[in-house]
């Protein structure tokens, strides 16, 4: 019976009583309404795409043998799923856009600072306006601060993607050894990873070492325990579940610590094989 009466009232629509469609609306419209919330999961769409149902269903004529109630709900279905399609796309494009955008930053700061990353005595250099800038300079202690500064704001998602992209390029022709605070985050699917620790007193002995006479031990000191507490924030010494900590509070020399690693590697190696 009520099959036979959506049927009357959308025939009777269709024959020019436009009144009757107002009946089938006041009957499915909260109906289908929700129906679609179910689906999109946002009230606001759910209603503008209930409205676009009912203005497809009035404009196109529903096949014979199909009752009202099965046609509407079907539109709806439809609209529904095109709208997430639809969307899904369109999240997609935009990642795509600001990933590429980046890119295009990227590139059009290389180009104007002429700068070039590249590989020399196996070893990583970086030029600028075609002079090479020295490590000593990358690793100053208003550059690190800077870094350790920014890691606090900056959205690292797409220079994660650029970095990878440097590093497999390299990969194809070399062997690299990578090494870097955000490396899980760059290569999330490494089998270990290796966190390299040292006490405060170590790690300003490296670092006289490094920037000589120049910079006086406390300022060392003062300038490594505020980059620990920005980079903790930053999630950098984040341990994961395949971290291997290693110590090298220890070691005498350089040469001493890169040995441990080294053997911890080796182990590793061996243990993975």
Do not use: C
């Not at 179910?38 to 676009?52: H, N, P, R, S, W």
């Amino acid at each position: 019976m009520e099959k036979n009466l959506d049927k009357k009232l959308y025939d009777d629509y269709l024959n020019g009583e436009k009144e009757a469609f107002k009946f089938l609306y006041d009957k499915y419209k909260s109906k289908i309404e929700y129906f679609i919330y179910t689906i999109v999961k946002d009230y606001e769409i759910a209603e503008d795409l209930t409205q676009e149902t009912f203005i497809y269903v009035m404009q196109n004529k529903m096949q014979e043998n199909t009752s009202f109630r099965y046609y509407i709900y079907l539109v709806a279905k439809s609209k529904s799923f095109n709208y997430i399609k639809k969307e899904k796309r369109r999240a997609e494009i935009t990642e795509l856009y600001f990933f590429n955008g980046n890119q295009q930053i990227e590139k059009d700061l290389f180009k104007e600072f002429e700068i070039s990353i590249g590989i020399e005595n196996r070893e990583s250099v970086v030029y600028a306006h075609g002079k090479r800038i020295e490590e000593k300079d990358l690793q100053s202690l208003e550059n690190s601060m800077a870094v350790s500064k920014i890691s606090n704001i900056a959205n690292n998602e797409n220079a994660y993607k650029i970095v990878r992209e440097y590093i497999d390029g390299y990969k194809k022709s070399h062997t690299v050894i990578f090494s870097g605070r955000d490396t899980m985050q760059i290569y999330p699917d490494l089998d270990y990873h290796i966190f390299i620790t040292a006490d405060i007193n170590k790690r300003v002995e490296w670092k006289a070492k490094q920037y000589g006479e120049d910079v006086s031990r406390k300022e060392l000191k003062d300038n490594i325990l505020k980059r620990d507490e920005l980079q903790e924030k930053s999630g950098y010494y984040q341990i994961y579940d395949n971290t291997i900590v290693v110590d090298v509070s220890e070691s005498k020399s350089i040469e001493e610590s890169t040995k441990m690693v080294a053997e911890n590697i080796i182990e590793l190696n061996y243990i993975l094989q």
